[in-house]
């Protein structure tokens, strides 16, 4: 079964440094997301990604964030300059095309970064 | 403001059925879903609902009420694996796929 994979499953940065969090969303799908999940919380949307453009982001996606779609398969999320509070479980994930309404998400089995 | 509420936590024994109830209050609703998640693992996709009423898949089913604001995700005949939370999420029309989710309910079945 198709499935969202991500890269790495763990990482652990120093504060200030830039992290890049990779994911290959499934194929044929073209709505691409990424959410995180602070330890003991909910999970939070982040952003949503279509057509090569940023389609919505939260409160939470500052000019700290990124994303980019660098080739055919790949969508990355990065983080400029982390602080300890980005530490937390990053989940990828992705959807169907304009039909899928809503929009059935499929998530990745997610990064956890610690920041320290 | 975007609000959606679950228990907690629930406990319930292999075999039998439980229900776990979600409530929300959002503007735009577009659908709910319902994901599993094992602890350290990603969400799993499980139903979802657009229109009131019931929707079977398996052991699973899952209801809403959108006049209400309610749905419930009913797990039939417990296996000790269905241990995990569950998670109740919205999706909001016209805000690019995004949903909404609930804190969870984390379900343990006893033997």
């Known amino acids: 079964e198709p499935e969202v994979t991500q890269t790495p499953s763990h990482q652990v940065t120093q504060m200030g440094q830039e992290v890049i969090l990779r994911c290959v969303p499934i194929s044929n799908h073209l709505y691409f997301y990424w959410y995180r999940q602070i330890l003991g919380q909910k999970v939070e949307f982040l952003v949503s990604f279509y057509n090569n453009e940023i389609s919505e982001k939260s409160e939470i996606f500052d000019d700290q964030f990124s994303v980019e779609r660098p080739d055919g398969s790949n969508f990355t999320l990065k983080i400029r300059s982390t602080k300890l509070e980005d530490s937390a479980m990053y989940f990828c994930a992705s959807s169907e095309g304009p039909t899928d309404i809503p929009r059935k998400a499929f998530f990745g089995q997610g990064t956890r970064l610690t920041v320290v | 403001g975007q609000n959606i509420d679950q228990p907690t936590e629930m406990t319930a024994t292999e075999g039998a059925i439980v229900q776990i109830n979600c409530t929300y209050q959002t503007s735009g609703f577009n659908g709910l879903f319902w994901y599993q998640q094992h602890a350290g693992e990603a969400p799993t996709f499980l139903s979802y609902?657009?229109?009131?009423g019931l929707e079977e898949k398996g052991r699973f089913s899952s209801f809403l009420s959108r006049s209400k604001g309610y749905s419930y995700l009913l797990l039939k005949e417990l296996q000790m694996k269905d241990s995990a939370s569950y998670l109740c999420?919205?999706?909001?029309?016209?805000?690019?796929?995004?949903?909404?989710f609930g804190q969870g309910t984390e379900l343990s079945v006893k033997p």
């Open positions: 609902n657009v229109l009131d």
């Open positions: 999420a919205v999706s909001i029309y016209n805000q690019g796929g995004k949903l909404i």
